[in-house]
């Protein structure tokens, strides 16, 4: 196994066999009072206590983060860098071991399936993270892209778990975690978007692999551990237990939905989806057009730019916020809809992200959101709406 | 404090505490419905001395993910309305039944008394209201 990380029991999956399912954090969940919501086949933590006390721990200390319900997918062979290249947008055949890049996973009408964190595992080896609830769609393009490859596409989901601890005090709190030792480097050489080994000391006294990434989805510094299933519990209990007094809390859903609304991140379903450009979304730097070949090069070099709406960044005053779904309005006409909007918990001002023409994209340029029937001044301004001091 | 057994509730989730010498019924949403929408961050009411009709959408609260409606449990002219939950509408989550209180109404006895008792809403929402 190149990742080490999977449970050497195969039989020992991490969820009931109810539907929707829940993480193997569930009981941990239900200790801190979370209220749980469906995403993605999944019941996951909507919040623990409040959502914006959430949020804030993570722009000024740090939050803990369930996030299990992630598909991990490994990728290994002899041909598994050509395989990915042609797979995915990006150039995964570029990256170093243990290093993420950000990519997506396009139809062959370039139409977006999932957005993909890809890891390098080994030179032979990755690990492709998916959306929860695009899980079966990833697995499926990528074992029938395998076909003419010598790669193997392995969903290992039900053996990972997966935790996120998000905010400007995360390292210090992955560094109290006395359980996480052997580290391959000091956390403050890991660099963004690059992933780290080391143990966790279980209970019992046996010492597992875990991976710490330096990748998030806050907008916040921040680190993703991956670990076999059945010691996600133990994890979680170590990361608070030593966060806990430099301000780490549990965060759910709703919090992660705003966090990453403020720094500009996508949601597949609400800015990404099959009916989408990577250029539409602004991703087109996550396309390799240069490359020889990969599932929908065709297709976008054949797009004309034209009409085509794109994601722009709205901001308006006040407190009433646009929703998914709500009209965007440019004088009396209908020219867009909001993708994602929220009152921004640290901005204090409404926030959204919303599909325009091109023509009315530029920064600056005033447009209107149609709240229930009440036209809110918005104006396009440029993402994110929140970037963190360095 | 409000006694929460001496004043009446709607299937919409909203408590009415009625006062029978003034004829006013002092209205808000109950724990249960502001735990349900997450953080409060926006509460819109209808301005004093407008009529609002039983059962109709007379306002909005919106929380950090979703925006609920606000049905008048009772027909009447409203009165007043609480100007301090709307510059701090989390008064809505820590004390839905007493600073977060949303709009006064001037209304009649027997449609407040044809509300549910505190029993009633219980069995609607579980039990934890």
Redesign the interface.
């Known amino acids: 196994m190149p990742s080490g990380i999977r449970h050497p029991n195969p039989g020992e999956l991490m969820t009931d066999p109810t539907s929707p399912r829940h993480t193997v954090l569930r009981d941990r969940h239900e200790a801190l009072g979370a209220s749980f919501t469906d995403f993605g086949g999944w019941l996951m933590p909507v919040r623990y206590t409040s959502d914006l006390a959430e949020h804030h721990a993570v722009r000024t200390a740090a939050g803990l983060f369930d996030i299990s319900h992630m598909a991990e997918i490994e990728v290994r062979g002899a041909d598994a860098a050509r395989f990915l290249d042609y797979a995915v947008s990006g150039r995964m055949s570029a990256l170093a071991v243990d290093q993420a890049k950000y990519t997506l996973l396009l139809d062959p009408s370039g139409g977006i399936v999932d957005d993909l964190i890809v890891y390098r595992a080994a030179d032979d080896a990755y690990l492709v993270v998916a959306n929860a609830g695009n899980r079966d769609a990833a697995v499926a393009a990528l074992t029938e892209r395998a076909r003419d490859f010598d790669v193997v596409v392995d969903d290992c989901t039900d053996h990972i778990a997966l935790i996120a601890v998000q905010g400007p005090r995360s390292q210090e709190i992955v560094e109290a975690t006395a359980q996480i030792t052997a580290l391959s480097q000091p956390l403050s050489d890991l660099r963004y978007y690059r992933r780290g080994h080391a143990e966790f000391a279980a209970a019992d006294g046996t010492r597992v692999p875990i991976h710490l990434a330096r990748t998030g989805y806050t907008g916040e510094d921040g680190f993703e551990l991956f670990i076999r299933a059945s010691l996600a519990g133990e994890l979680w209990d170590a990361l608070l237990a030593a966060g806990e007094p430099l301000g780490l809390v549990p965060a759910g859903l709703a919090a992660r939905d705003t966090l990453r609304l403020e720094a500009g991140m996508p949601l597949y379903g609400h800015e990404l989806g099959l009916d989408i450009l990577p250029a539409q979304a602004g991703l087109g730097r996550t396309v390799a057009v240069d490359k020889d070949d990969f599932v929908g090069k065709a297709a976008l070099e054949t797009v004309v730019a034209g009409d085509a709406p794109v994601l722009v960044g709205l901001v308006s005053e006040g407190r009433r916020a646009g929703r998914a779904g709500y009209p965007v309005r440019h004088g009396d006409q209908t020219v867009g809809e909001v993708s994602s909007g929220a009152l921004s918990p640290t901005l204090g001002h409404p926030i959204a992200l919303a599909f325009v023409p091109p023509a009315l994209a530029a920064e600056g340029t005033e447009l209107a959101i149609d709240v229930r029937g009440t036209a809110i001044p918005a104006t396009v301004t440029a993402l994110p709406f929140y970037r963190r001091k360095k | 404090m409000t006694d929460l057994d001496s004043i009446k509730y709607t299937a919409e989730h909203e408590w009415v505490d009625f006062d029978p010498a003034s004829g006013v019924a002092t209205i808000g949403i109950t724990d249960y419905a502001a735990?349900q929408l997450?953080?409060v961050?926006?509460v819109?009411l209808p301005a004093a001395g407008t009529a609002v009709t039983a059962g109709d959408v007379c306002g909005?609260i919106?929380?950090?993910?979703s925006?609920g409606e606000l049905y008048a449990p009772v027909t009447g002219e409203v009165v007043e309305i609480n100007d301090t939950v709307v510059d701090d509408p989390?008064l809505v989550?820590s004390d839905a039944f007493g600073a977060g209180w949303l709009m006064k109404v001037r209304a009649e006895a027997s449609a407040v008394d044809a509300l549910l008792d505190r029993a009633a809403y219980q069995s609607l929402t579980g039990g934890d209201a």
């Open positions: 735990d997450g953080d961050v926006y819109d909005e919106e929380s950090t993910k925006v989390s989550n």
